[in-house]
C-alpha cells in the first residue's frame, strides 16, 4: 500500500512524538531502575503516559530531568544513600522517604535534592532507621501493589495522576487529585490495606494555586 505525501508528513510526525517519549522513559529508566521499586516504575511512566497525565507532557519531562539529576547527584555523593532513599518528583515537587543508618545521609540527600535545576520545595520524610530488613521491604512493596492495584480498578479515580511509596509501612501520596472526593477515596483506599500504620497525602488539588507558583 503506498502513503500519499501528507501520510507520509503525518507518519513521520508521530514516530518523531514516540521516539520523543521513548527518549525520556529509556532515560527514567536508566537511572531509577539501580533505585527503589517505586521510583523507577515512577520514571517509567513519566515517558509513556506524560500526555495522559494531569500534569502534561512538558511537566512530565520536568519533572524526569529532575529526576535523573538528583539520582546522579546522590549516586556520586554516596551510593548507600542512592540505594536506601526513594524519590517521588510532583511537578517540580519533590518528596524524599526511606531509611537511612545515618542522620548525616538524612540531611546530604536533602541538601542535594536542592542543587537540581528546577526543584522548588523539598519534603523530607527519610527515617533515620538501620533496623529495617528485607521482610520490611517486601510488606511495603506488596501495600504499595495492592493500593495502585486498587486505584487503577476504582473508575471514580484517575490513578495515573498518582505516586506511591510506602516505608516502614507508611503510604506517602504525590499527586494531582481532580477533587478533594477524589483525594479522600485515595487516602481512604490507603487506610483499608492491611498492615499500612499511616498514611500521608501531598497531593494537590487540580485548581490548587500552588500548582502555577
Known sequence: MSLTGS????AGRATRSLAALAVVAIAGLSVAGCSA???AAGAGAVGVTAAQTEKGFRRSVADTEIRLAINDLWFKADEEMFRKVNLQVQEQRV????NVPQPEQ?????RLAWQAPGVREVINEIEV????GLNDAARDSWIS???RTTLVFDREISSINYSIETVNQAIFIMGVAQSEAELNRVVGHAKD????RRVVSYALLKDDPARSS
Open 7 to 10: 501520510d507520509r508528513v503525518g
Open 37 to 39: 521499586w517505586g521510583t
Open 95 to 98: 518528596l524524599l522517604s526511606g
Open 106 to 110: 538524612r540531611v546530604e540527600a536533602v
Open 129 to 132: 532507621n538501620d533496623t529495617s
Open 145 to 147: 501493589a495492592q493500593l
Open 193 to 196: 490495606i492491611a498492615y499500612v
